[in-house]
């Protein structure tokens, strides 16, 4: 654990399960009332399962299945989290998606998706034909027969979101526990005393938000919670190279398993392909696999020709929470202290702050105090840090072009990286098209340096 958490105190009020997107979204709204949070983490950082391999797309909801609960809190993140990336230096870009049709596709599709985006309350989406369709995005492949203009989705930094969640919540009081899975819970004078990583706390409310692990984690508290089952999905990160060949997020007709294989440009410049959809076993099954990576390829260049001649950056593979009940699991009990926000699938990132705010809101019903205190929202991104060293303009990563300056900032952040996969999500060293064939070394011995960890335990984590 971090040597600030070893002065905690051991009461909360509130202890957070799961550091990912939708747990930090709840630790943050929570640190705005006069409450003792804890977030408690079973990895070695904040957004370390679901929330770091995904599509980094946030979505408006307008083609959620109307009525649901997950439609209502998708198109309420959507406008809250917009709102939010701007203040606290979150990258997005609002670049629109095309929705394109192919001649294989159910030609009554489209006025479908159309009037299932109206019922969700979005009026912005507009037809395209294909003359538009190819004015928009020229390098697509010949055939397509129309589409569907969606101007607010956007794309936004995975990796950024939790980490500024997170970093607000701390500010703001919250003691944040990594390394820290619940071994036990048992209920003591109506509070539950919870064994962390060998770690006693007690605490007057457990939320599970703990993703893929939601239904065992609600098993240690005597909860009801619908099953959740993995799956897999894989993508394929080209060059920068690629990022002009598509100026939009561009999206097929969806199937009732999945929003289907996608092209997105990244806040990072490069173009982003995928995912695929595999239902697996195991919930650590986050290898790619050959028959994957090979299917997306075929895919790709199928949609657009010039990938066929662009360079592959890296490859990814990450892993959905699939409920058994096919719908967002939220609800409080008060008799037991219990909360949850389980079973939430692909858009938790787009409906992090709704379900956060939706989870408070049962809350206080439930009788939980929220008494608002002054908050912060700071400001996690920034071009340099201020350092007297002569050394801190030196660039480590030429492909992202990151300095030892941006090394040092992250360092002395609230939420610092503890592993080299923790600096590449902050800074994006290692990240770039060498994939740290050239800087992973400076960043390891840099790394080992700030931790007190040698370089082999470093290297041994490797990029979690």
């Known amino acids: 654990m971090a040597e600030s958490e070893a002065s905690r105190d051991p009461t909360y009020d509130v202890a957070v399960i799961g550091a990912g997107v939708v747990g930090c979204a709840i630790a943050r709204a929570l640190s705005r009332h006069r409450l ?29 299945r109307p009525g ?3 439609a209502r809190l998708v198109s309420r993140g959507h406008r809250l989290l917009t709102e939010y990336a701007a203040s606290a230096g979150i990258p997005m870009h609002r670049v629109g998606a095309t929705l ?32 538009q369709v190819y004015r928009r995005e020229p390098h697509l492949a010949p055939g397509a027969v129309g589409g569907l203009a969606i101007p607010d989705e ?17 500010a703001n009081g919250t003691t944040l526990m990594l390394d820290s899975p619940v071994e036990t819970a048992r209920r003591v004078d109506r509070r539950w005393e919870l064994i962390l990583g060998g770690t006693r706390i007690s605490t007057a409310w457990v939320i599970n938000a703990a993703g893929l692990h939601g239904d065992s984690v609600a098993g240690l508290f005597g909860a009801s919670s619908p099953e959740i089952r993995p799956r897999r999905g894989q993508f394929v990160v080209f060059d920068k190279t690629a990022g002009g060949l598509v100026s939009s997020i561009v999206l097929g007709v969806p199937s009732p398993r999945s929003k289907g294989v996608l092209l997105a440009p990244t806040v990072f410049g490069n173009l982003l392909l995928g995912p695929t959809s595999e239902d697996v076993d195991a919930k650590d099954a986050t290898e790619t696999t050959e028959d994957g990576i090979a299917h997306l390829l075929e895919k790709g260049t199928a949609l657009l020709p010039g990938l066929a001649d662009t360079e592959v950056t890296s490859t990814y593979a990450g892993l959905r929470a699939v409920p058994s009940t096919d719908a967002y699991h939220i609800e409080v009990d008060a008799g037991s202290g219990y909360g949850c926000a389980t079973g939430i699938r692909s858009t938790g990132l787009s ?23 002054a908050g912060t929202v700071p400001s996690i991104i920034s071009s340099a840090a201020d350092s007297a060293d002569g050394d801190a303009g030196r660039v480590v990563c030429f492909c992202e072009l990151t300095t030892m300056a941006e090394l040092e900032k992250a360092a002395v952040s609230p939420i610092p990286p503890r592993t080299v996969d923790g600096v590449w999500r902050r800074t994006r060293a290692t990240g770039g098209r060498c994939q740290g064939f050239y800087c992973r070394a400076q960043v390891v011995d840099w790394l080992a340096a700030k931790t007190g960890r040698t370089a082999a335990d470093l290297l041994e984590v490797g990029q979690a």
């Open 36 to 64: 003792r949070v804890a977030l408690v983490e079973a990895g070695n950082d904040v957004g370390t399962g679901i929330s770091k391999a995904n599509s980094a797309i946030l979505h408006t909801g307008f083609d959620a």
């Open 68 to 70: 649901t609960l997950e």
């Open 100 to 131: 394109v049709a192919w001649p294989s596709d159910d030609g009554d599709a489209l006025e479908r998706i159309s009037s299932r985006a109206v019922e969700n309350g979005y009026h912005a989406a507009e037809r395209l034909t294909a003359d």
């Open 154 to 170: 956007s794309i936004i930094c995975p990796f950024t979101t939790p980490l500024a969640f997170a970093t607000e919540a701390v």
């Open 351 to 373: 409906a992090s702050m709704a379900i956060a705010e939706y989870l408070l809101d049962q809350l206080s019903d439930a009788g939980l105090a929220l008494e608002t205190k």
